[in-house]
């Protein structure tokens, strides 16, 4: 097998030279908010736990409760086994905080994404035009390519040059479809998500809205932005990996829609379902987050606080407007540099590379979680100024 192993070497070689190269080290967890190396413990600013619920005692306890009377996992599609009360269950639960008819569970927000837009298109016709959010996550781009057509992709968050496109072919064939992001995971801003639906509603488009960085921190009852949209969001994916501290993702919308996507889209027809602990785990998450308004509006405060620090050490935030707060550099290398002088300094904050970011806008992407306090928050600025200074 190793016959191979010099092309795959000579492409690590060639991403190590760009200052591209990535590794897979293994972190323990610790105390929200922390993680151990090496019997180190770091601060974790890389993280998309962002209410600390992943180490939540009610998450653990329910997903060992499902666990012990329901199995370690599901054993097959949910076409082929049926639906287990639990996940019927938590479906429904999602569509009532969504305000929509019907919810579907997948596998992840990058399964589901990559898997619904193929189905979506087939559904709708292969002369769709699909307008994309420039910056919109690899997954949507990567469904879009699945689905073989052309992206019309428009300026990041620029309703007016999407406003422009649409006009420019309203006399062409095909649906429209727009496809586009609540919160952006690499930048920290957020889209008009009330003024996206309208301009939708006026073109007779589609709209498509992932929300995997708003669900559990933006929006009504922390259930994502799309609640601000009176019911005019097509389809809303979320996940439950990030601020609902556990794994797996949904897709809400209107009945007929998710009756076709269990039977049109691949990734939900051949893929087993969600095992019972993750199922539990969900459950309590569904049961907290309505109740943390609290944890949503001190996570808001640290964030604002955060972006006023570091724009006063002369630092670029970009348009961050959320928990998600990117220092832009520009250089790969020197965002590498970066993120391992603040690993030396004991807080952990990755750097965002080619071809997670375009070329150019390299960045340290620091992800708060309710766990952080204003310590923590002063540690990471101390260390960011010693790490600037480092590799100056």
Known sequence: ??????????????????????????????????????????????????????LHPALVARACGHARRHGAGATASRLVCGTGPACAATEDRIARAKGTQAALLFSSGWQANAAILPALVRGLGADAQVYVDRLAHASLHQGCRAAGIRQIRFR???????????RARAGRPG??????????????????????????ERHGAFLYLDEAHATGVLGPDGMGLSGLAGGRVDLAMGT????MGSFG???????????????????FVYTTALPPAVLGAIEAALDLVPGMRAEREALAGKADALRGALRS?????????????????????????LS???????????????????????????????AHTRADIGRLTDALSGALEAVA
Do not use: W
Request: hydrophobic share 40%; net charge neutral.
């Open 1 to 54: 097998m190793d016959l191979f192993d010099p092309v795959f070497e000579h492409h690590l070689r060639e991403a190590q030279r760009r200052g591209l190269r990535r590794s897979v080290r293994v972190f323990e967890p610790a105390a929200p908010g922390r993680s151990r190396l090496g019997g180190r413990e770091l601060l974790n600013f890389c993280s998309n736990d962002y209410l600390g619920l992943s």
């Open 156 to 166: 990041h968050n620029d309703l007016d040059h999407l406003d422009a496109l649409l």
């Open 175 to 200: 649906r429209r479809v727009i496809v586009t992001e609540s919160v952006f995971s690499m930048e920290g801003d957020r889209c008009d998500v009330a003024a996206l639906a309208g301009l939708a």
């Open 240 to 243: 439950f990996s990030k601020a």
């Open 249 to 267: 993702a949904y897709a809400a919308g209107s009945r007929a829609l998710c009756d076709y996507l269990a039977n049109a889209c691949s990734g």
């Open 313 to 337: 050490m002369g630092l670029d935030t970009g348009a961050s407007s959320t928990q998600i707060v990117p220092v832009l550099v520009g250089d790969e290398r020197r965002a590498l540099a």
């Open 340 to 370: 391992e002088a603040l690993e030396t300094r004991g807080v952990l904050v990755t750097a965002i590379r080619p071809p997670t970011v375009p070329r150019g806008t390299s960045r340290l992407r620091i992800a708060l979680s309710a």
